[in-house]
């Protein structure tokens, strides 16, 4: 059996579809993993040829490739990765009325949850090595150990809510930020993840409001 490293070799995305966003490729390159990224980009551009992506999305992606293929000419062949052990059983899941999809059991390192064309919530801690990916907001009413991207398949208004900012990598559409680019004053804090009107992605500190008066 290939494995994913051989996959993207031969032009296979190393990544289920739904989970090859532009956020992962920059992931992966950052990473070291140069064919995975390749494979990614490549997978993004194929699909955009239906015109599901914009015209400068889809130039972005064209000049980002280039770039990352003249960086793969010039590095060594890397070893072929070892198989991807298991993933383990996904949480239980229970579906919400207003279509978001509700989580409400521990999210543990190794498990992926995607909610497709909607808001993902989840009602407990996420482990690190876990990974949240929606289409729409993603609320974590608990810590936030993994990583999570809102907006996945573009929507840039969408957003990231937690109780608990802990997290390894959070991002909206294709921004992103890791553990070390999170403010001292907002880690183990709540938070909300946004994209600034200039793209770049920001976290700010999650208010809990002015308390509503009680009527007599």
Known sequence: MATAREEAAAGEVPCAPMFATE????????????????????????????????EARVAKWKARLAELEGSAAGAPAAPVAAPAPRAPA??????APAGSLIIRDPVRSGQVV??????????????AGAQLLAD????????LKGRAV???????????????????????????LLSDDVPPALRGAPARVFLTPEGACAAVALSAGKPVARLR
């Open 114 to 127: 995607y909610a497709q064309g909607r808001d993902l919530i989840v009602i407990a801690p996420v482990h």
């Open 136 to 143: 729409g907001n993603i609320h974590v009413y608990g810590a």
């Open 90 to 95: 996904l949480p239980r899941v229970v579906a």
């Open 150 to 176: 809102a907006g996945a398949q573009g929507r840039r208004d969408a957003e990231v809510f937690c109780l608990s900012l802990e997290a390894e990598l959070v991002g909206v559409d294709a921004g992103y």
């Open 23 to 54: 956020t992962m490729a920059e992931l992966s390159a950052r990473q070291g993993r140069l064919a995975d990224a390749l494979a990614i980009y490549r997978h993004l551009l194929g699909a955009a040829a239906s015109g599901a992506a914009d």
